[in-house]
């Protein structure tokens, strides 16, 4: 067996049957093939099990634990691929996804977190700037998060090299807890075409658990303090 490629990681809780169908099949017909897909259930009802598994695709491993961020974490340290693709279980990737973002990284070693643009409900864009590694950096110290998660690629010798993982303290904020732990670290880069799209709807994780706003809106003060930013990352961010 050919070495694997990109790691897929996807969390997944009582997903909607058929969200949960249409993100399996969008993997499944994707143009590059090189890849393993971790699924870490947290104690869903049992037909989340069944239809994984129903699929009897040997690149699906399908594992139970606790929390999305624990579950991402566990992933994470199960993937034997040099990339993680990120993806959530209600959530969609253009069947050009994976190729597109594996030549990019193969070609810029340099990056090691790489969104894409996305829809949300195959409809509004989730954001449409054309950023660089800098403006990406100050949006999410200054603005929020400009990366839909289920768009973003990241290079896993980059998390390991500096000990990098999901916290739980910033559920349901924590992929933009990691982007912004990223910052100083390694070079940020968006491909300005839309790779994926985003399910929004009135169940799903971000809008069920409490102080969303609070935990979404992380106040820059704070990033400074709490990921203690590097030199290299300030001068960076304050040269214009």
């Known amino acids: 067996m050919s070495k694997i490629k990109v790691s897929i990681i996807t969390p997944v809780y009582n997903t ?7 993100c399996i099949n969008s993997v499944l017909t994707q143009e590059f093939d090189s890849f393993e897909w971790l699924f870490c259930d947290d104690c869903s009802k049992p037909y989340i099990k069944q239809i994984i598994e129903s699929y009897k695709d040997p690149r699906m491993v399908y594992v139970r634990n606790l929390g999305a961020a624990e579950s991402r974490n ?18 969609t990737m253009h069947k050009d996804r994976l190729l597109k973002q594996v030549s990019f990284l193969d070609n810029n070693p340099n990056v090691g977190c790489l969104g894409t643009w996305a829809t949300i409900n195959n409809k509004k864009l989730f954001n449409d700037k054309k950023f660089n590694s800098q403006t990406l950096e100050e949006h999410l110290v200054f603005a929020g998060c400009a990366l839909c998660n289920s768009s973003v690629m990241l290079r896993k010798s980059v998390l390991n090299k500096h000990n990098i993982r999901y916290k739980t303290d910033f559920i349901p904020a924590e992929d933009y807890a990691l982007y912004c732990d990223l910052i100083g670290l390694t070079d940020f880069a968006m491909l300005h075409e839309v790779l994926c799209d985003y399910k929004y709807y009135d169940t799903n ?9 609070i935990s979404r809106e992380i106040p820059s003060a704070f990033i400074f303090l709490r990921f203690s930013l590097s030199e290299k990352s300030m001068c960076k961010i304050f040269v214009f």
Do not use: C, F, T, V
């Open 16 to 22: 909607k049957p058929e969200y949960l169908k249409e």
């Open 205 to 213: 994780i971000s809008n069920r658990l409490p102080n969303r706003e």
């Open 74 to 91: 566990r992933l994470i340290d199960m993937a034997k691929g040099e990339y993680l693709a990120l993806l959530d279980s209600d959530d």
